[in-house]
Each structure stands twice: as structure tokens, then as C-alpha cells.
């Protein structure tokens, strides 16, 4: 059995043991071998049920299959209530509805899916060409605010479209992935987390540090975002633009790592602060990496970027997974926020999903983002 099989046999059983204790809560970090339950409108809602649908997928674990479903409805409240529903419903409903109906056919779960993507869809501020981030409730004055992350949330907007024939989801996820190219991403490769619009006229004001050090840094797990983001929405219209990005920010990415592969939370962190890495970022990159080489055709770049996320993915592997029985958490020392003291050093669902959905990806085509 080759490491990579190895590493993805024992996160399965991870996920396979896991549903016992985590059951329907909604994690997002681990203390104490524990994951938290942060309730089901949180942002990483969808990991979870992601996890146990690639559990199922790859072993038809039925238990995993009942859970996911279980999880799924009690989405419902969120999706139906409304006034807590945000930006990340990409996040929430590709990893758990769309996927259910993916691999299932199930139509309540591609109605679930198609009324997140309207809400996404509903976002999209039309002045500024971008979907705006978080609510006012949330984060007051933040009406004229896009995040990188979102670039993870517009391909279910892309799926929605090619599912209902509908073609204005695609032009707005392709819109707000134009104003991404124009506004977040920098000469040097590297990408702003937040960037302030004037709401009404559309106008850019500036770029705000979010979760990075500044408004000038290299927030390492927004960099991952980029990388990812932008190889999805390339595949999803072709434009050359958008391939060009993603490679280029994987190459600011890799061309930064430290030796075990792992960034500091943030790429212009200053020196005291390099014990705070983010391995979270690592897993979602490498997951990107491999997304950009099912995209290209010239095999000498495809092999390049294969063979960085084995790097990547071997170091996390040997370095930074924990599959003991005494714990939840699978990928070590991710860090949510570090410019707010919030959850530094500690596992992270989202680590831990892209982890094993990039080792799945090693396996076979995997199409749920």
C-alpha cells in the first residue's frame, strides 16, 4: 500500500469513528480532542456533512449516508429561516445538498441546493459587479465588502445554472470572479482577504487586512482560496484569465513554504509571529493544485503541480496528522484568525475535509466544489 492510500484508508476510519462522538453537531475547531459544536449557521456547516458524504462515496457506508442526510435537514432551519443565512452558503450546501443529490439523485437535496445559489445569487451587488460578504448584523458598515473566500462559494452558482438552464447564475459568479482579477489580486501574486466597494456607486476604496496581517499582506489560507477558487471558475468557462491566476498565485504559495510545507498563517507575517501556521491552508492549496492540473494540457506544468501537492500532502501525512482514537481533530495546528487571538494552532474541519478530499482527488476525479 502506497502512503498516499495509506493516509486516506486511516482518515476514512477517522471520519468512520468520528460519527459516534461529533453525530449531528456542526464542528469547526477541536480543544482538548473535542470538536466544538458550532451550530448549523455557521460558515463550516457543510464540512462536516462533507466529510461523511466522501466517506460514503468511497466505502457506501450507510451510517455515513444516514448522518449526512440528518445533517442535511437540519440545514433546513438555516436555508428557511433566512436572516442568518451569508455569503458562504457555497460552503455550506455544495459539500452537503448538492453533493447528496450528486451522488444520489436526491430532488429535495437539488432543490436544497438550487435556494442557496438564489440566496448567493441574491447578493450580488450590480454597481460594483461583486457579491457582497457577511451582513450588517455581523459586521456592521460592511454592506459594500467582498471576500476572497467567496470565490470558494460562487461555483454553486455555476452548478445552479447549468442545473436550472438558468444562465444569470452564470454571469454573476463569472462577474464577481472578473472583479476579483481587476480589484483583489495583486502585481506580486498575492491577494487581499477583504476589498471595500462603495456600495451605491460600485467605487473601490480599499483593500482591509480581514484575517491577514494588513491590507498589503499574504493571508496564506486566502492565498489557498485564489488557487482553488479561480482554477474551479476557469473550468467552469474556460476563460484563460482565470487558469493564469490560479497558477500564478501557486506559485506565490509554493514558492514560499517553509521546508515541512506548511505556511505561517500569514506569508508577511513579521518573525515572532512564524510559530503560527495554518496548515489548514496547505490542504486546501494542495486540493487546488491538483484541481489546476486536471485542467491543463501542457504535461509539463501538470506534472509540476502534481507532484508540489504530493509534497504538500506527504508533509501534512507525516507531520501533521493525528488518526488516534483519542481524538477528533485529523489535520494539526490549523489557525482560524490569528490577527484576533481566535482559535490559533488548533484542527480545523475545513483542514481536515480538504485534506482528505485531495487524497480522494489522487485516487480519482472528485467534483464536489
Same mark, same amino acid.
Given at each position: 500500500?502506497?502512503?498516499?492510500?495509506?493516509?486516506?484508508?486511516?482518515? @476514512?476510519?477517522?471520519?468512520?469513528?468520528?460519527?459516534?462522538?461529533i453525530?449531528?453537531?456542526?464542528?469547526?475547531?477541536?480543544y482538548?480532542?473535542? &470538536?466544538n459544536?458550532?451550530?448549523?449557521?455557521f460558515?463550516?456547516? #457543510?464540512?462536516?456533512?462533507?466529510?461523511?458524504?466522501?466517506?460514503?462515496?468511497?466505502?457506501?457506508?450507510?451510517?455515513?449516508?444516514?448522518?449526512?442526510?440528518?445533517?442535511?435537514r437540519?440545514?433546513?432551519e438555516? /436555508?428557511?429561516?433566512?436572516?442568518? @443565512?451569508?455569503?458562504?452558503?457555497?460552503?455550506?450546501?455544495?459539500p452537503?445538498?448538492?453533493?447528496?443529490?450528486? @451522488?444520489?439523485?436526491?430532488?429535495?437535496?437539488?432543490?436544497?441546493?438550487?435556494?442557496?445559489?438564489?440566496?448567493?445569487?441574491?447578493?450580488?451587488n450590480?454597481?460594483?459587479?461583486?457579491?457582497?460578504?457577511?451582513t450588517?448584523?455581523?459586521?456592521?458598515?460592511?454592506?459594500?465588502?467582498?471576500?476572497?473566500?467567496?470565490?470558494?462559494?460562487?461555483?454553486?452558482?455555476?452548478?445552479?445554472?447549468?442545473?436550472?438552464k438558468?444562465?444569470r447564475?452564470?454571469?454573476?459568479?463569472?462577474?464577481?470572479?472578473?472583479?476579483?482579477?481587476r480589484?483583489?489580486?495583486?502585481?506580486?501574486?498575492?491577494?487581499?482577504?477583504?476589498?471595500?466597494?462603495?456600495? &451605491?456607486?460600485?467605487?473601490?476604496?480599499?483593500?482591509?487586512?480581514?484575517?491577514g496581517?494588513?491590507?498589503?499582506?499574504?493571508?496564506?489560507r #486566502?492565498?489557498?482560496?485564489?488557487?482553488y477558487?479561480?482554477?474551479?471558475? &476557469?473550468?467552469?468557462? #474556460?476563460k484563460?484569465?482565470?487558469?493564469?491566476?490560479?497558477?500564478?498565485?501557486?506559485?506565490?504559495?509554493?514558492?514560499?513554504?517553509?521546508?515541512?510545507?506548511?505556511?505561517?498563517?500569514?506569508?508577511?507575517?513579521?518573525?515572532?509571529?512564524?510559530s503560527?501556521?495554518?496548515?489548514s491552508?496547505?490542504?486546501?492549496?494542495?486540493?487546488?493544485?491538483?484541481?489546476?492540473?486536471?485542467?491543463?494540457?501542457?504535461?509539463?506544468?501538470?506534472?509540476f503541480?502534481?507532484?508540489?501537492?504530493?509534497?504538500?500532502?506527504?508533509?501534512?501525512?507525516?507531520?501533521?496528522?493525528?488518526?488516534?482514537?483519542?481524538?477528533?481533530?485529523?489535520i494539526?495546528?490549523?489557525?482560524?484568525?490569528?490577527?484576533?487571538n481566535?482559535?490559533?494552532?488548533?484542527?480545523?474541519? &475545513?483542514?481536515?475535509?480538504?485534506?482528505?478530499?485531495? /487524497?480522494?482527488?489522487?485516487?480519482?476525479?472528485?467534483?464536489?466544489?
Amino acid at each position: 500500500m502506497s502512503w498516499t492510500e495509506e493516509a486516506l484508508e486511516k482518515s @476514512l476510519l477517522k471520519i468512520e469513528r468520528n460519527m459516534e462522538g461529533i453525530g449531528e453537531h456542526f464542528p469547526h475547531v477541536e480543544y482538548d480532542g473535542i &470538536y466544538n459544536d458550532q451550530g448549523a449557521s455557521f460558515w463550516t456547516s #457543510g464540512f462536516w456533512p462533507g466529510m461523511l458524504w466522501l466517506l460514503y462515496q468511497e466505502k457506501k457506508d450507510e451510517n455515513a449516508f444516514r448522518l449526512a442526510r440528518r445533517l442535511e435537514r437540519r440545514l433546513d432551519e438555516v /436555508l428557511d429561516g433566512f436572516v442568518t @443565512l451569508h455569503h458562504d452558503v457555497g460552503f455550506m450546501w455544495l459539500p452537503s445538498a448538492v453533493i447528496d443529490y450528486k @451522488l444520489t439523485g436526491s430532488e429535495e437535496a437539488r432543490i436544497r441546493g438550487l435556494k442557496a445559489a438564489s440566496h448567493l445569487a441574491g447578493r450580488f451587488n450590480l454597481a460594483g459587479q461583486f457579491i457582497r460578504a457577511w451582513t450588517d448584523e455581523v459586521n456592521p458598515g460592511s454592506r459594500g465588502w467582498a471576500i476572497i473566500d467567496c470565490m470558494m462559494n460562487i461555483p454553486l452558482l455555476f452548478w445552479a445554472s447549468r442545473e436550472s438552464k438558468d444562465p444569470r447564475f452564470y454571469h454573476i459568479a463569472k462577474a464577481h470572479a472578473d472583479t476579483v482579477l481587476r480589484c483583489f489580486i495583486r502585481p506580486d501574486n498575492t491577494s487581499a482577504h477583504i476589498v471595500s466597494f462603495d456600495p &451605491y456607486t460600485g467605487e473601490k476604496i480599499e483593500n482591509l487586512g480581514g484575517q491577514g496581517k494588513d491590507g498589503d499582506s499574504a493571508w496564506s489560507r #486566502g492565498q489557498a482560496w485564489t488557487i482553488y477558487g479561480m482554477a474551479l471558475a &476557469y473550468r467552469e468557462t #474556460g476563460k484563460a484569465e482565470y487558469l493564469t491566476a490560479a497558477k500564478n498565485s501557486a506559485d506565490y504559495f509554493i514558492s514560499h513554504l517553509p521546508a515541512d510545507q506548511v505556511p505561517y498563517w500569514d506569508f508577511r507575517s513579521e518573525a515572532k509571529d512564524r510559530s503560527v501556521l495554518d496548515s489548514s491552508a496547505s490542504a486546501c492549496a494542495a486540493s487546488g493544485l491538483l484541481e489546476i492540473c486536471s485542467l491543463m494540457e501542457d504535461c509539463v506544468e501538470r506534472e509540476f503541480y502534481y507532484e508540489k501537492a504530493l509534497i504538500i500532502l506527504k508533509s501534512l501525512y507525516e507531520n501533521y496528522a493525528d488518526f488516534s482514537e483519542k481524538t477528533q481533530g485529523l489535520i494539526q495546528k490549523g489557525t482560524v484568525n490569528y490577527a484576533k487571538n481566535k482559535h490559533v494552532n488548533v484542527p480545523i474541519i &475545513y483542514g481536515d475535509y480538504f485534506f482528505v478530499e485531495a /487524497l480522494i482527488k489522487l485516487k480519482h476525479p472528485t467534483n464536489i466544489f
